[in-house]
Structures are given as C-alpha cells and as structure tokens.
C-alpha cells in the first residue's frame, strides 16, 4: 500500500512551506514535494501603479532582501526612462547591494544553517537553534551577528533605514553616501574581514565531517546560471547571462538578460503556489539550473578580488568541472561574503561614492523594461510594461528561490530516498530533510520570521487517505 509523510511547516526557511513524502508498497521512498503555501500576487495588484512607485511597492516583497528588489525594480525602470544612470549611482547601488549579499548572508548560514553544522544533524531540537550556538560558540556567534549588523548598517547609511529603504529610483538613487558613512564603513572593514575569514576556515574544516550529507544533499546534475561580468568575473549587479553545466562547460554565453524570455520556460504544477522555471531549449523538467552562491560561483573564472579569487580556486578543487553538491551553497556562501567585503574595500575609496550627481531624470521613453540583478539567493527579474502616461500595465516578476524549486524538489527527494526506510521518520532524518531546503536559502514570504524552535507536525497518510500516524513538535 502506498503511503505519504507530511512535514508541515518547515523550519528555519523565510516563509511557509510544507513536505510530502511518498512511499510506494515496499515502504520506499518513491517521490517528495516541496509545497510553497503562500500566494503573493504582487503581479496583479501592481497593474494600474505610476512607474515611480514601483520600487518602493515591489521591496515589500521581502523584509530580508527589499535591497534586491529595489535594484531590480529602479534598473526595470532605468530601462523605461531610456537614460543611463550617472557612475556615482552605479557605484552607489553596487555598494547597497554588497551590504545585502553580507547580511543575508550571515542570516542564513549563523542564525538559520550553523545550528545543524556546528551542534550536529541529530543534536536536541530544543537546543538546535541560534541560542543554543550562541551557548556553545558565544564568541562565533557574537560575530555573525555583528557581521549581519555591518550589512544592514552600509544599507541604513545609505537609504536612512536598514529594511525597506526607498532609496534607489528610476535613473539613479536618491542620496550620495555621507563622508560620515563612508568613515564608519572604513573603520569595520577590518573587524568584518577577519570573521569573514575566520568563519570560512571553520566551515571548510567541518567539511570532512559532513562527508556523507555532502554527497546526498542536492548533489546531481543541472545547469547553472548567474551573472557573469565582461571578463568572466563574478557579478552581482550588471553583466550578462551565463549558463553552464555540471563539468562547467558553457553551454550558453553573453545573453542579454532583457531577452530572458527566449532562453527560460515558466512552468507551474498544481501542488505549489511556486513557478517551476526551466531552461527552454532542454524543455521542461529536463532543463532544471540553479542559482545563486553555488552557480555564481560555478559560472565565474575569477572573482575579481585577491583573497576570493584565491577561495574561487580552492573551491573549484571540490568538483569536477562544477562543484554539484548544493551543500557546497554553505561554502559558497561564505565565499561570497569574502568577496562582498573585498569589493566594498575598493569602493569605499572611490571618491565617485560621495558625488552629488547620482540622478538622470527623464519621462517615458520605452514602454518595457527589464531589470536584473543578482540577489543573495540568485538572479532577480523584473519585467515591466507600461503605458504612456507610466502607469503598469503588465509585470512579471522571477524571483531567486522560483529558479531553484526543481532543484530543491530533487533535493529533498534525494535525501528523503537515502536515509527513510519506512513509514517513520527519526527526528535527526527529519531535521535532515529540512536541512535540504535550507541549503538553498529559499525567501518564501519574505515577511514572516520565527527565532528559535517552530512548531512541527508530521503526518503520515494511508493511500485511503487516512491518517496513519502524527507526530508533532510545540
């Protein structure tokens, strides 16, 4: 008799979701689902808005990363306007979003991802949370919060608030960084460097220990996509499209990402509020990629400052090609918050970041525009469609965590096919499982955040229908 596991909610993610896991007559695990719960529906609520609100409205999307939604949101607009926004706005938008990639960073792997590396899989969930990290390692612990702080504050110094700022618009940004700012951000560097540093040797030192989740956690084959820069560098605000796949060959180069709807296919299932987006020319699900650390990484030859570039290699040492396994996002994570911080270095020097002309005003030029930037989760789309007055007629949003469902979908089937045998899951197995999804930092509702221990219920279902047994977690 065929039999399904349910695990509702999911803890430690940004948002909602849910876990089915199907068992087929022999008890094995025949196939999982990541169900997303949430509807948003920013697509149409936003039709009939002035152009010029449009920032502002679409950061509500996320109370973790607003930043990249407003670079995405101000760059669809920039597109409208027809007009190249000034250097120091560039730079400016560059160093917002270098302080987003840092603390949304050091949110997910301090606060949500080194409880279950640093206290163990299978260690009491009671304690399995940042509190308990904070009672084990205090001095490791202080210094990803303050890491996460030093993020948050180059967003305040910058838009006058650390969530939410309505700051970058169509054609530039509102202000220039203060020479008071730019101090402060100076006199951090050095404190931020070192934990950067610091936290990513200890991360390759547990590497040996979590040998085995390494090889089951979401290591397969796909494409992946990202961003790349005019000399193959890794970029997280302009570039071009790159895809390759799991020996690292390109399979796809120099695409403008204006035109993404010639190369990525939106599919959708009737499970999952979420869209399952693929890789056109391999069709649907064939064509599954994934975004953000991992595939950033994967798809640059550098990263364009000395000490990354030096991490960059050591990493690309773990595959074969590309680096498959997507446990590996932890490192690659980190390596990003090194490169984050080296790029924030050399812009903080750039007298252009405190230059009064960071502004080009202009009307209605085109009436589409796309915008894409690189989010801490992956590539971030905006599409928009106006009329001539500037009102939205049309928008479409493909957002960083839709471009990896079919990625977390295979994920959590392969590690639920390795460790479940029968109708019960262990706690640590579970825990294992949803170590599965946070692997990939998915920013479900963007809006809604828990500390420490979520209520948990697992339900296990008959093929009737029926309600076989029911664990739950308060």
Not at 132 to 148: D, H, K, S
Not at 175 to 194: C, N
Not at 354 to 365: C, E, L, M
Not at 432 to 440: C, K, P, S, W
Request: glycine share 10%; net charge negative.
């Amino acid at each position: 008799m065929s039999q399904r596991i349910v695990i509702d909610p999911v803890t430690r993610l940004e948002g909602h979701a849910k876990i089915s896991i199907y068992l087929d007559d022999s008890g094995q695990v025949s196939d999982a689902r990541f169900h997303v719960t949430e509807f948003r529906g920013f697509e149409k609520f936003c039709e009939g808005r002035p152009l010029g609100e449009m920032a502002g409205i679409t950061a509500r999307v996320c109370g973790i990363c607003p930043v990249s939604h407003l670079i995405a949101s101000s760059k669809a607009g920039d597109a409208i306007l027809g007009v190249p926004v000034p250097p120091a706005a560039a730079k400016l938008r560059r160093l917002m979003n270098l302080g987003q990639i840092v603390q949304s960073h050091a949110l997910s792997f301090f606060h949500l991802s080194s409880p279950d590396l640093l206290l163990g899989m299978e260690s009491d969930p009671a304690s399995r949370n940042v509190f308990g990290v904070m009672a084990a390692e205090p001095e490791l612990a202080r210094a990803g919060i303050r890491l996460r702080q030093f993020g948050q504050k180059i967003i305040e110094l910058l838009g006058g608030q650390k969530v939410h700022p309505a700051w970058t618009v169509p054609g530039g940004v509102r202000e220039p960084l203060t020479e008071e700012g730019r101090q402060w951000i100076i006199d951090r560097l050095p404190e931020e460097r070192a934990t950067a540093i610091g936290t990513l040797e200890k991360f390759k030192g547990l590497l040996d220990r979590y040998a085995a989740e390494a090889q089951v956690f979401g290591n397969f084959q796909s494409l992946f996509m990202g961003l790349v820069g005019p000399n193959d560098e890794w970029e997280h605000y302009d570039g071009k499209l790159r895809f390759c796949d799991s020996r690292g060959n390109i399979v796809a180069d120099g695409l403008d990402p204006a035109r993404y709807r010639d190369f990525i296919g939106e599919a959708v299932e009737n499970w999952s509020y979420l869209k399952f987006p693929y890789y056109k020319s391999l069709g649907y699900p064939e064509g599954i990629y994934r975004v953000g650390p991992l595939a950033r990484l994967n798809i640059a030859e550098r990263m364009g400052s000395p000490l990354a570039d030096a991490e960059l290699d050591e990493f690309k040492q773990r595959g074969n090609g590309a680096v498959t396994s997507s446990f590996m996002y932890h490192y690659a994570r980190l390596v990003e918050i090194v490169a984050s911080i080296e790029r924030i270095e050399q812009l903080v020097d750039d007298p252009d970041i405190t230059s009064p002309r960071v502004r080009a005003a202009a009307g209605i030029n085109y009436l589409r525009g796309v915008g894409v930037s690189e989010a801490p989760r992956g590539t971030l789309f905006h599409d928009y469609e106006v009329d001539e007055n500037g009102l939205i007629t049309r928008m479409n949003l493909l957002i960083a965590t839709g471009h990896n469902n079919l990625a977390m979908n295979r994920t959590v089937a392969q590690i639920a096919k390795h460790y479940i045998q029968g109708p019960k899951i262990p706690e640590g197995i579970l825990n294992r499982i949803e170590a599965g999804t946070r692997l990939f930092d998915p920013c479900l509702s963007c809006s809604t955040h828990a500390v420490g221990k979520m209520p948990l219920r697992v339900r296990l279902y008959g093929s009737d229908g029926s309600l076989l047994d029911e664990a739950v977690r308060d």
